[in-house]
């Protein structure tokens, strides 16, 4: 240290010595400012990137309970597949392609003509509406962004990967380098969800599925249901 203060002040006494120590002082002097933006930003950048990723605010815990009316919507390829009724528990009353349906823990029946038959599952997706996975689905999503309104509702904007999908709904391990899916959750003004719209085209397109693909679930009435009447006794 001894030494470089003299060289500085034997520099010093030079003709071109003082521009020389002025102008890499302030060389010296950026450097340091640069670096240290860099790795404290990256810091801060790291600290919301957690914070963005935190949906504890939104609960889930009125659809997990299982007593709701609910319209479902499939838009697959162009094509809407359209499911509307209630649940309670179980056991669902719905209706889809102008058909009604009767859902009894994993056995469908469609009423034929005024008599009740078994029927196959005629849900597609139906994954992405069992309410344990929707649960899953959002409180993995990473939080972007939120839109509030002057009604007291607010679009809860998310990403959704498609390893993430993969690993929830199917177990399955996959490390596909994809442009996250959009998730939009809607809550009204006392906070609760009542719409989840999934924008899942670029999952669709990964898993060689389809062309284009968007689940939307709207949910109406929580805890209402009384019964189910089982028309099959």
Not at 208 to 218: F, G, P, R
Request: net charge negative; proline share 2%; hydrophobic share 35%.
């Amino acid at each position: 240290m001894k030494n470089i203060i003299e060289n500085l002040n034997s520099l010093k006494e030079t003709k071109n010595g003082k521009p020389i120590l002025f102008f890499g002082f302030y060389f010296v002097f950026f450097i340091f400012i640069f670096l240290f933006i860099r790795f404290t930003g990256t810091k801060d950048a790291l600290l919301q990137e957690y914070e963005k990723g935190n949906t504890s605010l939104l609960s889930s815990s009125d659809i997990i309970k299982n007593n709701y009316h609910y319209d479902f919507k499939v838009y697959l390829d162009g094509n809407l597949y359209n499911y509307y009724g209630k649940r309670l528990g179980n056991v669902e009353s719905f209706k889809f392609n102008n058909n009604d349906y009767y859902k009894k823990n994993d056995n469908y029946f469609i009423n034929n003509n005024g008599t009740w038959v078994s029927n196959d599952n005629p849900f597609i997706f139906r994954e992405y509406m069992e309410s344990s996975n929707v649960d899953l689905l959002v409180t993995n999503s990473y939080y972007v962004s939120k839109t509030s309104y002057d009604n007291g509702s607010i679009d809860y904007n998310l990403l959704l990967s498609s390893n993430t999908i993969n690993k929830l709904l199917y177990d399955k391990d996959t490390d596909l380098e994809d442009i996250p899916c959009d998730v939009i959750v809607k809550t009204n003004d006392n906070e609760k969800i009542n719409s989840i719209i999934f924008k899942l085209d670029n999952y669709c397109l990964n898993s060689d599925l389809c062309n284009s693909l968007k689940i939307e679930l709207n949910y109406d009435l929580f805890g209402e249901v009384n019964k189910i009447d089982n028309p099959i006794e």
